[in-house]
């Protein structure tokens, strides 16, 4: 079989919501699960969301400051202008999910799996995506100082017109992930770049890094 050249690129459909509810934060509790509901400016900050699910939500200008979501499942839910320094959502579940205009300082989703999510127009402080998985994710026009995907299982990822300080790929497991469109300052681990697809800028501008990783000597 002629081995293939081309990049697969995220699958994702557009995300329709039906008549929603409108609700607060006091209606919120850990455990429960949330569907049909639209909070529009609720402060969620220190609450405990441990193992909700939201189903055909939309969460517009949430504070979410040390809001715990571990455990949590997003589907089918659009989350816009959120404002979190701080959020929790190890080992959560997001699936069909929009992340909007948002402004997120420290975010672990560590050990999470996210499939056929966009996130859009954000900027994050940190992310902390160990040990996730990732399948149909698309970033567009984000911000991210720090971005952790050691330990990382990515499936048709992209990202575009994005920028990040570092990246580390300790341990990456990637699969048509495109960082065409990520401008990285530093990598860590290039051997976790296996499987991605940069451009020729991208390939020249990590030639000394590369020939130093695999013990290069490169003489004129």
Known sequence: MPRRTTTRQPVLER?????????????????????GLRLVGADLTGADLTGATFTECELVDVTAHTTVLQHARLLETRIERLHAPVLDATRSTWRDVELVGSRI????????????????????????LRSSTLEDVLFEDCTIDELDLGAVSATRVAF???????????????????LR????????????????TLDTRQVIDLAPALAAHLGLRVEV
Request: glycine content about 8%.
């Open 160 to 178: 575009v017109n994005c920028r990040a300080g570092s990246v580390a790929l300790s341990h990456a497991r990637l699969e048509d992930v495109d």
């Open 105 to 128: 300082g420290a975010l672990d989703v560590y050990d999470a799996e996210i499939r056929s999510t966009r996130i859009t127009g954000t900027k994050f402080d940190w992310i902390n």
């Open 15 to 35: 995300l329709v919501l039906p008549a929603l509810e409108e609700a607060g934060a006091e209606q919120l509790a850990a455990q429960d699960r949330h569907d």
């Open 181 to 196: 469109g990520l401008e990285m300052r530093a990598i860590s681990n290039l051997e976790g770049l296996a499987g991605a």
